[in-house]
Nanobody, 115 residues
Framework: QVQLVESGGGLVQPGGSLRLSCAAS????????MGWYRQVPGKQRELVAA???????NYADSVKGRFTISRDNAKKTVYLQMNTLKPEDTAVYYC?????????WGQGTQVTVSS
């Protein structure tokens, strides 16, 4: 059983930065593929960034070069550093952990980019 808790969301101006954190409970964190997803009302939840246990990362084209996903296995935490934020980045951001058939979601944290 894994529990994920996101934090770090909030209101930021365009061009600003924000760092999201996702703290995981339970064992086996290092083997999970971790990801950040986001969802806007009326749209499908989309993958923003993912990082596998070996450290290989993947990003959506819309955030590549601006966002960085990282993980600290000792702290059982995954981060999403978001720079040069745009209004279209506004969404609820969800942390995800996955290993084979096991999938876990955090509660989500709101990110609003507005001037």
């Amino acid at each position: 059983q894994v529990q994920l808790v996101e934090s770090g969301g909030g209101l930021v101006q365009p061009g600003g930065s924000l760092r999201l954190s996702c703290a995981a409970s339970g064992s086996g964190f290092s083997i999970y593929t971790m990801g950040w997803y986001r969802q806007v009302p009326g749209k499908q939840r989309e993958l923003v960034a993912a990082i596998i246990s070996a450290g290989l990362t993947n990003y959506a084209d819309s955030v590549k070069g601006r966002f960085t996903i990282s993980r600290d296995n000792a702290k059982k935490t995954v981060y999403l550093q978001m720079n040069t934020l745009k209004p279209e980045d506004t969404a609820v951001y969800y942390c995800n952990a996955q290993y084979t058939s096991y999938i876990y979601w955090g509660q989500g944290t709101q990110v609003t980019v507005s001037s």
